[in-house]
């Protein structure tokens, strides 16, 4: 808070036409916990305001009351001069803010026009006036320059299509404002260039747009305003001119962080892991997601897998843990072969595999912390029929403290843990059973920077004891934390191969992404 | 039995500490419902608060409990099986069939098992119709919805065909043949506890302790929270759904030779709409039809809950029709409870 570049923070009802909508003094708690302690900001009109600041720093929190899904507890917000109230998303609508959710709000199974106009149809004499419906959604999309027909199911639409029928939606209903929460979390790179296209042309439009993404340095490219939440705090407002990257962190974190460095000091073993020619096929199309890949991982090694969407990271790593089954290849832990193993024998051997979607495939959430974590190791604390107790709580106490949950005890609901939490316990889940080779799929997703550099610091003591480490991320500053070695993947290959002094330009190029800039 | 820790457990410290009476009322909500029941139907009626209509009563319930239970194992795991009832009056035909006798024609005898035999026999007939539901829904991909929808439509088919449509009245056995004593589980009692009642509090011990405390229990429980997180922790999902079909095949396979001895005939009928009862208790015991969360002692309160309202009723003589609108009534608002209990705890998550 001390490193405040300009102190330009808004208070008193804003008198400058330019700003259309204002929030003053917005807390919001949820029973004891404040989300939110009294936050101001601007939003101005045809300009791109980005929201910076870690998981549970409030942002999502103040989203949702700007569009109306929840009221803050005190406070106010002030639309073109006029306090306002917005009790729901349809007051929201009518006021002009549209949201665009994280997770996509399309119907998968319905075509282009009727998600364009879900629940506010055009009606004729007939009923439905599809003809004009369609009209206007064609006249939208050439208006977002984007080949789509209306007439198309969404789910056969790429994800960054979806993404535009989306923005669509916002705009036809003539949207003055429009947040957009991580809109390009799921997104290539030309699609992110296309977003941003779109977004340079609603701004001359006269749209204000409200930005939150944790892709630091891709959300520096639109932003013309830059707020930083802490805790539920707003530590620093800046025009974009004034900023730059490491402002941004300073504010977010409050401290010059460092994600760490490869661990040292320790000899490298034999080879771990070594895939040979390991070819997967595309679930979604033809062709194939890992074409003939070949690595090798030695005992106490930290490698890193960078490459885009799609370039088969996620697929190799469901493969080497068994629950995608190749084509083509080998697969050897130790020298033995393990292809025709399940994933529970591969558990025991000692391969394990922390997935990327911690919601979907890492937790159980009808059950506590404790049973979470002991999960994956029923088998080392049940004797005969029966499991024991103590050995259970031993175990489940052990990993707590190891991989450091910050938790109300075992039997906690997973439910009440952040995100960052949650994800340890997915990790430490699988560090009890005690792996020689450990997999992660973009463990950092979703997490904050503090709860990041834990997870690469228990990575790193892991590989000194010798464990071999292979962790996959699409965030290039990631690469070189704690890896020793970085492998570049790109359309289902090994595009590129580095060491730990490569630059970040280096391994971005051999994926065949560019810096927008 | 005390395996109502793990999920009460979890809720107290995630809910701040405060336990408000209406937390109280709802988190044992069957076991107030079944008081409420006894003193309401005991004031209605003079003969109702009594031991022995207790002991009756509960003989009743064993069967809906003994369904419920193995319904909770499928429901635990997300699923359903909509076959138990069928399966009931199959496996009572079944052993039917069986205590008349099995003519073999090659040699010209006709064999005559002993009970011990013709229960193994029966049993592992429920479970083998559990293990095609199973199968159907855990390999073929089949939702359990439709997979036990059509083995409740064969089971009770090849009940029928078993009999013609008929009814095997002598199931009493014959001293000369040593096939005698099938009337014991359906009659007789142990301490003046029928048998019945004693059969499904094996099972629920059995079944209690299976769920609290073993890594197939765990397994169950991850399985139906989470099956793609279950499977990639190591846990045999596949396994554990054909298992759960196959427990619930057995259940209901205990079920039909008790009910079958207590009546003391087999009918190819008997059990019809079982599936559904069995369903209401498991609900009414505040499992989630989700899967993931219930526990034996809820399921078992559910089925007294259902059992003793609707012998109730039949003692101080109200209609059956009105009967079955009470049912409904009760199940209805167990849902809605359990809706407002488990939706609390998205929220907060």
Known sequence: ?517 | MSNTSAVTGARKSGGKGSFSLIQLLLEGRAFFALIAIIVIFSFLSPNYFKLSNFLTMSNHVAIYGLLAIGMLLVILTGGIDLSVGSVLGLCGVFAGFLMQGIEIPAAGVILYPPVWAVVVLTMALGAFVGFVNGALVAWFKVPAFVATLGSLYVARGVALLMTNGLTFNNLAGDPALGNTGFDWLGFNRLFGVPIGVIVLAVVALLTGLTLMRSSFGRWLYAAGGNPRAAELSGVPVKRVQISVYVLSGICAAIAGIVLSSQLTSAGPTAGTTYELTAIAAVVVGGASLMGGRGTVNGTLLGAFVIGFLADGLVIIGISSYWQTVFTGAVIVLAVMLNSIQYGGQGKRS
């Open chain 1, 1 to 517: 808070m001390t490193t405040q570049v300009t102190d330009e923070t808004p208070h008193g009802i804003p008198d400058d036409p330019e700003i259309v909508l204002a929030a003053r003094n917005v807390a919001k708690s949820f029973g004891a916990v404040q989300a939110l302690k009294g936050v101001n900001f601007d939003i101005r009109r045809g300009q791109v305001t980005t929201l910076f600041g870690e998981n549970g720093a409030g942002k999502s929190t103040l989203m949702k009351i700007l569009s109306g899904v929840q009221r803050p507890t005190t406070g106010e917000l002030i639309l073109e001069g006029r306090p306002v109230e917005i009790n729901t998303t349809v007051e929201a609508r009518d006021l002009g803010i549209s949201i665009i959710h994280q997770e996509l709000s399309l119907a998968p199974n319905m075509n282009v026009r009727d998600n364009i106009f879900m629940g506010r149809e055009i009606r004729g004499p007939g009923g439905v006036n599809f003809a004009e419906e369609e009209r206007q959604t064609r006249a939208l999309m050439k208006e977002l320059e984007e080949d789509i027909d209306p007439l198309t199911k969404v789910e056969d639409l790429r994800l960054g299509q979806q993404q535009i029928v989306e923005i669509a939606r916002a705009l036809s209903v003539n949207s003055r404002i429009l947040i957009m929460d991580e809109p390009t979390s799921a997104l290539s790179a030309s699609e992110v260039e296309v977003l941003f296209k779109v977004i340079n042309d609603l701004k001359t439009k006269g749209v204000s747009l409200v930005y939150i993404s944790h892709h630091l340095e891709e959300a520096l490219t639109i932003t013309d305003h830059a707020v930083v939440l802490r805790d539920g705090v707003m530590t620093a407002y800046a025009p974009r001119n004034e900023i730059d990257l490491e402002w941004i962190v300073r504010n977010m974190v409050g401290e010059n962080f460092d994600l760490g460095s490869p661990p040292t000091g320790h000899e490298m073993g034999a080879p771990a892991l070594e895939l040979k020619g390991l070819t997967v096929p595309a679930t979604a199309s033809a062709g194939n997601a890992v074409d003939g890949l070949d690595l090798t991982v030695r005992a106490g090694e930290v490698v890193c897998i960078y490459g885009l969407m799609g370039a088969g990271r996620t697929e190799t790593m469901e493969c080497v843990a068994g629950r995608l089954n190749a084509t083509k290849g080998e697969i050897l832990l130790h020298g033995q072969e393990v292809s025709h193993l399940s994933i529970a024998e591969r558990i025991a051997a000692g391969l394990v595999l922390v997935p990327e979607d911690r919601q979907r495939d890492g937790l159980v959430q009808t059950m506590t912390v404790g049973r979470n974590l002991s999960l994956a190791s029923i088998g080392n604390f049940t004797k005969g029929f029966l499991t024991n107790l103590r050995a259970e709580a031993g175990i489940i106490d052990r990993s707590i403290r190891e991989v450091t949950v910050k938790t109300d005890g075992p039997g906690a609901a997973i439910g009440s843990l952040s995100g960052g939490n949650q994800q340890k316990v997915v990790i430490g889940k699988m560090l009890a059973t005690k792996p020689s080779v450990i997999l992660l799929d973009e463990p950092s997703r979703g997490i904050d920077i503090g709860a990041k550099a834990e997870v690469f610091r228990i990575l790193a003591d892991h590989a000194k004891d010798g464990m071999a480490v292979v962790y996959s991320t699409s965030e290039v500053g990631e690469c070189l934390a704690i890896a020793h070695r970085i492998i570049v993947m790109r359309r289902g290959k090994i595009a590129a191969e580095f060491t730990h002094d490569v630059t970040k330009e280096a391994i971005m190029a051999a994926s065949g992404e560019s810096l927008v800039a």
